[in-house]
């Protein structure tokens, strides 16, 4: 994987850090707040609703009904586009969401229940994956930014595996570490948890002898705002990037953080950001190659 951005600047932080206490982490209000707006700073999330909506759907070939578990879908606004271009025709879609906040399995099925699609039926599952069971195999079981936070990556994946029918697939949209999440890495309270970025997730899969097929969906982040006045306007979108309370960093590593930003911004752009995420899609055992299917589809394969 090419990194993008030097990693100096981001030595200098983690040197400045040794002896700070771990910053304060985000109470749930804070991180839904957070989120939205570092959502609406970048143009991720709508090239990853085009991109599924328009790659996935030829992989499930024509299967009727064709069953649908998401792990952690918050709102539903990744899985709407999606769902609505399964059930385009007709044909009947089984969708189940699988979400451990209240508030967002509601948005979740609120938005789904909303969608002109007759065929479509969504269930929301509040509660978390490992106490899942879909009762049918199913034909896609997705995760969409949200293997950052489980416990035990392995028995995630084995329990995913396990769900999908043979010829089905396994996807999983993950940030890389670089350039952003070794912010993350670095700088979210963690509490002694690991977390897992798309690099982890891709060698889980190989170590089981399943071929993984990348695509790395390169949208662009704006944090001018965080260069500009990060204890102001740029505050929630820092906080998000970091995991963490940014009000509470010392003088010395914020300055440090936003000397890595600035390292990391795209050419001419002070402030802009690439912002990637790797979609990883894995086929469990059966007739059809993603590959074949996929074809070029203007992301970066690898």
Same mark, same amino acid.
């Given at each position: 994987m090419t990194v993008l951005g030097p990693t100096l600047p981001l030595d200098g932080l983690r040197a400045r850090m040794l002896d700070q206490p771990l910053l304060p982490a985000l109470s749930p209000e804070r991180y839904a707040?957070?989120?939205?707006?570092? $959502? %609406? =700073?970048?143009?991720q999330r709508s090239l990853l609703q085009s991109w599924l909506s328009t790659a996935l759907p030829p992989l499930l070939g024509d /299967?009727? !009904?064709?069953?649908?578990?998401?792990?952690g879908v918050g709102d539903g606004s990744v899985d709407a586009p #999606? =769902? &609505?271009a399964l059930a385009a025709g007709g044909r009947r879609v089984?969708?189940?969401?699988? $979400? !451990?906040? !209240?508030?967002? &399995? %509601?948005?979740? &099925?609120s938005r789904l229940n909303g969608l002109d699609a007759p065929a479509l039926t969504p269930t929301v599952v509040i509660?978390?994956? &490992?106490?899942h069971d879909t009762g049918h195999p199913a034909d896609l079981v997705h995760f969409v930014h949200s293997l950052y936070y489980v416990t035990d990556l392995a028995a995630a994946l084995d329990q995913a595996v396990c769900m999908v029918r043979s010829g089905g697939l396994l996807m999983a949209a993950v940030a890389p570490l670089q350039p952003l999440c070794a912010l993350t890495e670095l700088l979210c309270p963690w509490t002694g948890r690991k977390p897992w970025f798309s690099e982890d997730v891709c060698a889980d899969l190989e170590s089981r002898g399943l071929h993984v097929r990348t695509e790395t969906i390169l949208g662009k982040l704006d944090a001018r705002d965080v260069l500009d006045d990060p204890r102001g306007?740029?505050?929630?979108? #820092?906080d998000f990037l970091i995991g963490a309370r940014s009000r509470a960093l010392a003088r010395d590593p914020l300055v /440090?953080? #936003?000397?890595? #930003?600035? $390292?990391?911004?795209l050419p001419g752009q002070p402030g802009v950001l690439p912002h990637p995420v790797d979609v990883l899609l894995t086929r469990v055992p059966g007739n059809v190659n993603v590959q074949d299917v996929l074809g070029d589809r203007g992301s970066r394969q690898r």
């Open positions: 707040r957070t989120h939205a707006v570092y $959502e %609406a =700073a970048s143009d /299967a009727d !009904p064709v069953r649908v578990v998401g792990v #999606l =769902a &609505a089984r969708y189940t969401g699988v $979400e !451990p906040h !209240p508030p967002s &399995a %509601a948005q979740f &099925a509660g978390d994956f &490992a106490d306007r740029g505050e929630a979108v #820092l /440090a953080l #936003l000397d890595y #930003l600035r $390292e990391v911004s």
